[in-house]
């Protein structure tokens, strides 16, 4: 099964500052991945599809981009409300997997 | 507008069943897939698997085959996940979510359940 590894873990960061998440897939899948912000006690929710296309509704700070098997989301002024756990996640017609998450705090 | 509104929370005892529903609003689950996500305190999110309701044919994560069950019901416009033989490590709050429309190329979950915290104790 593809296995998707997030970097960093955990990272720390300031309002206004642009931040970048990586998302690492064991082989290639395309642009077949999405990202979702968490926050405590919440469901998560869909800000990136396809890679790079955002999701109605979602803020233009967010970005994303890569194919294959590198993918990066990035924030480019962090607000409060930014502050959150993401996952990317890959999903096609047989199987599904997760990111382990990266959890951004404030600094 | 999708709305997914999940059963209430649950309390087992190792080896039983849990059946968690999950009824839908402003999408019919006769055309759309439901994934089944889960997370456990203070972990990240697990897929269990779906249902591809156009073909009413469920898709197991490996780890989940022996023992998750995922059904719709068209009539009530409702999902359904049951997970048997309970364990501790079972504890978790059990999302559904909508998949993308099955006449797009992407694949993503944009309509989520508020979740079901199930706890095995």
């Keep these: ?107 | 507008q999708v709305q997914l509104v999940q059963s209430g929370a649950e309390v087992k005892k190792p080896g039983s069943l849990v059946k968690v529903s999950c009824k839908a609003s402003g999408v019919s689950l006769s055309r759309h897939t439901v994934s089944w996500v889960r997370q456990a305190p203070g972990q990240g999110l697990e897929w269990m698997g779906r249902i591809i309701s156009l073909f009413g044919i469920p898709n197991y994560a490996q780890k989940f085959q022996d023992r998750v069950k995922i059904k719709t019901d068209e009539s009530t416009n409702t999902a359904y996940m049951e997970l048997s033989s309970l364990r501790s490590d079972d504890t978790a709050v059990y999302y559904c979510a909508i998949e993308a429309p099955p006449d797009e190329v992407d694949y993503y979950l944009h309509g989520w359940g508020q979740g079901t915290l199930v706890t095995v104790s």
């Design chain 1, 1 to 107: 099964d593809i296995q998707l590894t997030q970097s960093p873990s955990f990272l720390s960061a300031s309002v206004g500052d642009r931040v970048t998440i990586t998302c690492r897939a064991s082989q290639g899948i395309r642009s077949n991945l999405a990202w979702y912000q968490q926050s405590p006690g919440r469901a998560p929710n869909l800000l990136i599809y396809g890679a790079s296309t955002l999701q109605s509704g979602v803020p233009s700070r967010f970005s994303g981009s890569g194919a294959g098997t590198e993918f990066t989301l990035t924030i480019s002024s962090l607000q409060p409300e930014d502050f959150a756990t993401y996952y990317c996640q890959h999903l096609n017609d047989d199987f599904g997997t997760f990111g382990q998450g990266t959890r951004l705090e404030i600094e």
